[in-house]
């Protein structure tokens, strides 16, 4: 299985471009992983089988449709959009990816992902990535509906949904806020 929502296609360009994907064999089954990781926490582990299930079962049905592609959702009055599951995850993918590949593991022990060899005669300095890391935490949050948010997001979306299309979930007990982060980690 491939994830669902995401591919390598998806990091090609700027913001969210995550170069030399090929020297990772494995790139494939960590974007599933990290997909499948994230939407558990997001969505409770019950709600999202079943949202998965329908997802590769090729389902047409609306609600799993609207929740996978977005579509527009009316609360408190007012219409907000919910953009999908792609647009959110992308940011989130990039910011655990940098988080991850930042240093490497060696037979010598943890060392910075170098350039030694990048470009000869060329000199690099290996800057912090925490500024990337949270700004690309951030706007997955704010999409995803951290801290609560109900407008142009998923939480928003699943709030306005829950009690008509989306009984599996509940705002109290399967919703894991996934919050702000600061590149100080505080």
């Given at each position: 299985?491939?994830a669902l929502?995401v591919?390598p296609?998806d ?7 995550i170069p030399?994907q ?7 089954q960590w974007?599933?992983?990290k997909?499948?990781e ?6 409770g ?8 299930n ?21 609360y408190?009055?007012y219409?907000f959009k ?6 959110m ?7 655990m ?12 022990g943890v060392?910075?992902n170098g ?5 000869p005669g060329?000199n ?15 706007e ?5 509906g951290g801290?609560?948010r109900?407008?142009?997001?998923l939480y ?5 949904n ?6 599996e979930w509940?705002?109290?007990s399967t919703?894991?806020d996934?919050g ?7």
């Amino acid at each position: 299985m491939a994830a669902l929502f995401v591919d390598p296609t998806d990091f090609t360009n700027k913001p969210y471009k995550i170069p030399n994907q090929e020297e990772s064999k494995d790139f494939d089954q960590w974007l599933e992983d990290k997909e499948d990781e994230i939407l558990k926490d997001l969505l409770g582990w019950q709600f999202w089988d079943a949202f998965s299930n329908a997802i590769e079962g090729g389902t047409t049905t609306t609600k799993w449709v609207n929740l996978r592609d977005g579509t527009t959702y009316e609360y408190g009055g007012y219409t907000f959009k919910w953009d999908g599951m792609e647009k959110m995850l992308i940011p989130y993918i990039y910011s655990m990816f940098i988080r991850e590949s930042f240093d490497k593991l060696t037979a010598s022990g943890v060392v910075l992902n170098g350039t030694t060899n990048a470009v000869p005669g060329a000199n690099f300095t290996i800057i912090n990535p925490s500024v990337r890391i949270t700004r690309a935490q951030n706007e997955f949050s704010r999409i995803a509906g951290g801290c609560y948010r109900a407008d142009n997001s998923l939480y928003g979306f699943l709030l306005a949904n829950y009690q008509t299309d989306y009984t599996e979930w509940s705002p109290t007990s399967t919703w894991k806020d996934p919050g702000k982060e600061n590149q100080f980690d505080l």
